[in-house]
């Protein structure tokens, strides 16, 4: 079956404690992004990837880091959350640049305390 | 930079009638594709409906139809014979087709969709 996984599903940390939300496709596809989503802000793009080792910043890249050592995985990085990066994600994936359609992952829910 | 604007942050339709949610954007592109994607309380994000900007005829799927005005910048949902089921939250979205640049989808700030039974 054809889907972006992400994991942890939910995920409670403290301050400062670093941590990793990890994202999978199984579609061979080029492109990946990270998307944050706060009430009444809707969606709003972090970091993609448009291949292996190339990653450029989204709208709110700020305390986020990613990475692309391969195709079918693309990880956030938070090396010192804070509160204010509680919320839920999103990695998607599309088939190549300009693409269509992208596929959701089912969306990790993040409480930093 | 793109712009979506959802102006309804909250609708409600009894079951079985029809409902329009609405949708303004602003670009200088001429080539883009705009979305409606669906997010039950499950979180999952179902793309609805998609239009693409060369295409003048509007998009349908089932019950869901779009009006797409492309000279005005707008491009609403239309829910026929609404469902329980259809009681979600719900983004209207752009991205370009121009391939550059981050590519991402720019979302709205959403409409949250109340079925009454």
């Known amino acids: 079956e054809a889907q972006v996984t992400q994991n942890p599903r939910y995920l409670i940390t403290v301050t400062g404690k670093k941590l990793t939300v990890t994202c999978s496709q199984n579609m061979n596809h080029e492109y990946m992004s990270w998307y944050r989503q706060d009430p009444g802000l809707g969606l709003r793009q972090i970091y993609y990837?448009?291949?292996?080792?190339?990653?450029d910043k989204g709208d709110v890249p700020e305390g986020y880091k990613v990475s692309r050592k391969e195709k079918r995985n693309f990880p956030l990085i938070l090396e010192s959350p804070s509160p204010n990066q509680t919320s839920l994600y999103f990695c998607?994936?599309?088939?190549?640049?300009?693409?269509?359609?992208?596929?959701f992952g089912q969306g990790t829910r993040l409480t930093v305390v | 930079a793109q712009t979506v604007t959802q102006s309804q942050p909250e609708m409600s339709v009894q079951e079985a009638e029809t409902v329009t949610l609405s949708c303004t954007y602003d670009?200088?592109?001429?080539?883009?594709?705009l979305f409606w994607y669906k997010q039950p309380p499950s979180r999952q994000m179902i793309l609805v409906i998609r239009q693409e900007a060369y295409k003048q005829q509007n998009a349908t799927e089932n019950r869901f139809s779009v009006n797409f005005q492309k000279a005005a910048k707008s491009f609403s949902l239309k829910i026929s014979d609404s469902q329980l089921g259809d009681a979600a939250m719900y983004f209207c979205a752009y991205r370009s087709a121009m391939g550059g640049g981050a590519d991402g989808l720019t979302f709205g700030k959403g409409t949250h969709l109340i079925i009454q039974p």
């Open positions: 998607a994936s599309s088939p190549h640049l300009g693409a269509t359609e992208a596929f």
């Open positions: 670009t200088s592109e001429s080539d883009y594709y």
């Open positions: 990837s448009m291949n292996v080792e190339v990653t």
